[in-house]
T-cell receptor, first 115, second 114 residues
């Protein structure tokens, strides 16, 4: 398996533009997580899905952020409109629920810069 | 939510054993303790997980005292490639059905020197 795949790896955009980040989880995994990492706040869980259903989105900072998982192999995180303070590395992770431990497998991340 | 406290940074030398301690005073009965490692420009990677006593794998050991209010990640004979950020997490496995979040925080930045 290729692991968790994220695209793009880098995104530079201007304030006010819409940004869409994409994630393909590991095949067979039932849970998907979106994280944001910054120097100041560390790694923060934004939202997670179980069997394509959003379970907890309390980490989503505000209404400008939205996430979807239309099927088991694809998820998007959208920011509209984007702001400079959204600049961060965004990670997607997946795990196979049901196994003791719930090890999360992370993708390489998308480095977002909003000018 | 179970909050964890770990040192911001640590320094070591190649070949030494490194112990990183994490405190989690309000750990709940069903909480597991999990450690992840993150290299620069990469996502975190699972290292080890335990509930009580001691767990050992090919990478590290995890020591958990009886009261479970702290845990210690032990890395034997570190090398330069062990330079990374190490995160201690406490929480229920998500299959337990509760929506308690895992709090990652800033982790411990370990620098291994030659």
């Amino acid at each position: 398996d290729a692991g968790v795949i994220q695209s793009p790896r880098h995104e530079v955009t201007e304030m006010g533009q819409e940004v869409t980040l994409r994630c393909k989880p590991i095949s067979g995994h039932n849970s998907l997580f979106w994280y944001r990492q910054t120097m100041m706040r560390g790694l923060e869980l934004l939202i997670y899905f179980n069997n394509n259903v959003p379970i907890d989105d309390s980490g989503m900072p505000e209404d400008r952020f939205s996430a979807k998982m239309p099927n088991a192999s694809f998820s998007t995180l959208k920011i509209q409109p984007s702001e400079p303070r959204d600049s961060a590395v965004y990670f997607c992770a997946s795990s196979f629920l049901g196994l003791a431990g719930d090890e999360q497998f992370f993708g390489p991340g998308t480095r977002l810069t909003v000018l | 939510l179970a909050k964890t406290t770990q040192p911001i940074s640590m320094d070591s030398y190649e070949g030494q054993e490194v112990n990183i301690t994490c405190s989690h005073n309000n750990i709940a009965t069903n909480d597991y303790i999990t450690w992840y490692q993150q290299f620069p420009s990469q996502g975190p990677r699972f290292i080890i997980q335990g509930y009580k006593t001691k767990v050992t794998n090919e990478v590290a050991s995890l020591f958990i005292p009886a009261d479970r209010k702290s845990s210690t990640l032990s890395l034997p004979r570190v090398s330069l490639s062990d330079t990374a950020v190490y995160y201690c997490l406490v929480g229920e496995p998500l299959w337990a059905g509760n929506n308690r979040k895992l709090i990652w925080g800033l982790g411990t930045s370990l620098a291994v020197n030659p």
